[in-house]
Structures are given as structure tokens and as C-alpha cells.
């Protein structure tokens, strides 16, 4: 996998650490730069710390009272969210450099936001996804179409867990 050009996560106001917990390692598994969130209800459920891959050892998880401070220009704002007349995920070709911001799990992107946004975007499904849900298949839609993941049985020894051994056995046709 080759590393992103400069992406950041944003979160609006998350309400759950185990979302956040999540959120980090999508952020680790797909090589984001950082990780932002506004609000005060993540800290006071940092107790419950969810971060079993220790991602904030590498990848910074920062508060923010606004998620566009410090944006630089050259960086692309996406929102990601059940907006009406977002962009279907599918549809949507990824910035090289970009600041996604995504809602909180009870809530939306405000329209302030919104309205400085380069694009919009959601996630087609019957219903709404969980937050950390969204984050995944935002990265994973990202690096497939930029072209960033090595598929690869070295990719696969690289990235499973050291207790994992098991492989296809070649196929034997009768």
C-alpha cells in the first residue's frame, strides 16, 4: 500500500468511544495522516479506550473546536453524510489531498459546513451506517480507486494477526 498524499479524518462531536476506537484503526489500516473531533463528549468517554492497535502512538487524534482550523487551501473538504443531493459514494472520485468530515452518530454536518464543502458524499445503504461503519468503507472506496491497496499474499503476511497461519489450498479439479 503506498501512503496517502495528506488525509485527515473528521469528527463531528462523536458521542462514542467505541466508534473512535474503530475510527483509529481504519486510520492505521488505510495510512491516514490524522484524525480530528469537535466536541466534548468523546473525552468524557476516553475511559473506554478502544484503540487495541495503539494507532494514537502514530496517527494524532485531536480535539478541534472547529474541524476546518488549520485546513490547508490545497486540501479538498468532503462531507461525508446522508445529505440530500450528496454524491453517491460509487459515483465519487477521491482528492488526492482531502479533509473528510463526517457526522456525529445522533446528528448531522452542520450546514455552516456543508456549505464550504468541495463535495458531499454518502454512502448508499437502506438506513444509516454506523460512524466508524462509514469511515471504513470511505477508506477502503478511497484506496481501491486511487489504486493504494498491493493485493497481495505479502500484503496479507504484513497485515494478519500473528495467531492467523491458515491458506487456500489450491483448487483440485475432478
Do not use: W
Not at 483509529?24 to 495522516?33: E, L, S
Not at 454536518?109 to 471504513?136: E, K, M, R
Not at 489450498?169 to 475432478?174: G, M, V
Request: aromatic share 4%.
Amino acid at each position: 500500500m503506498t501512503k496517502n498524499t495528506d488525509v485527515t479524518i473528521g469528527l463531528t462531536n462523536p458521542k462514542s468511544a467505541t466508534n473512535v476506537g474503530a475510527v483509529m484503526r481504519a486510520a492505521g489500516c488505510f495510512q491516514v495522516d490524522r484524525v480530528l473531533y469537535s466536541g466534548e463528549r468523546y473525552d468524557r468517554t476516553l475511559k473506554l479506550n478502544t484503540d487495541t492497535k495503539k494507532i494514537r502512538s502514530s496517527i494524532p487524534l485531536t480535539q478541534q473546536n472547529c474541524l476546518l482550523d488549520n485546513k490547508p487551501a490545497d486540501v479538498k473538504l468532503v462531507c461525508v453524510d446522508l445529505v440530500v443531493g450528496a454524491t453517491p459514494l460509487p459515483e465519487f472520485e477521491h482528492p488526492e489531498k482531502a479533509l473528510y468530515i463526517f457526522g456525529p452518530e445522533d446528528g448531522t454536518i452542520s450546514q455552516q459546513v456543508i456549505d464550504q464543502a468541495d463535495a458531499v458524499v454518502y454512502i448508499p445503504t437502506i438506513g444509516c451506517l454506523n460512524l466508524a461503519a462509514s469511515v471504513n468503507v470511505l477508506l477502503y472506496d478511497r484506496s481501491t480507486k486511487l489504486a493504494q491497496l498491493n493485493a497481495s499474499d505479502e500484503l496479507i503476511h504484513n497485515s494478519r494477526d500473528r495467531n492467523n497461519k491458515v491458506k487456500v489450498k489450491p483448487i483440485q479439479h475432478k
